[in-house]
Nanobody, 124 residues
């Protein structure tokens, strides 16, 4: 059974930074792409960032590119999301997701297991 432990969310002022951490147990972590999505109140879940199984391919949404960095540490079955220059519009619940394959995608249906989410709140 695949299980996630997400952490790192919290309340931060605009311009601040947070680092989200997602550790996965069960399954073969190194054979799957990983991604972060987010969902804010009244809106659909949206893609944030993804990293391929090898870590060689990374993609970001236009809204976070240049501010957020996704990375993975396969020895620890962990994926990270470093968020800098946070804005109030980044406020959302952030979800870690495991890809169905080694390839990175920005579509939610390409991911089969999801974490419980961690709240990020950015004050103006």
């Amino acid at each position: 059974q695949v299980q996630f432990v997400e952490s790192g969310g919290g309340l931060v002022q605009a311009g601040g930074s947070l680092r989200l951490v997602c550790t996965v147990s069960g399954g073969e972590f190194g054979f799957h792409a990983m991604a972060w999505f987010r969902q804010s109140a009244g809106r659909e879940r949206e893609f944030v960032a993804t990293i391929s199984a090898t870590g060689s391919n990374i993609n970001y949404s236009a809204s976070v590119k240049g501010r957020f960095t996704i990375s993975r540490e396969d020895g620890e079955n962990t994926v990270f999301l470093q968020m800098n220059g946070l804005k109030p519009e980044d406020t959302a619940v952030y979800y870690c997701a495991r890809g169905r394959s080694v390839l990175e995608y920005d579509d939610a249906y390409r991911y089969d297991y999801w974490g419980q989410g961690t709240q990020v709140t950015v004050s103006a």
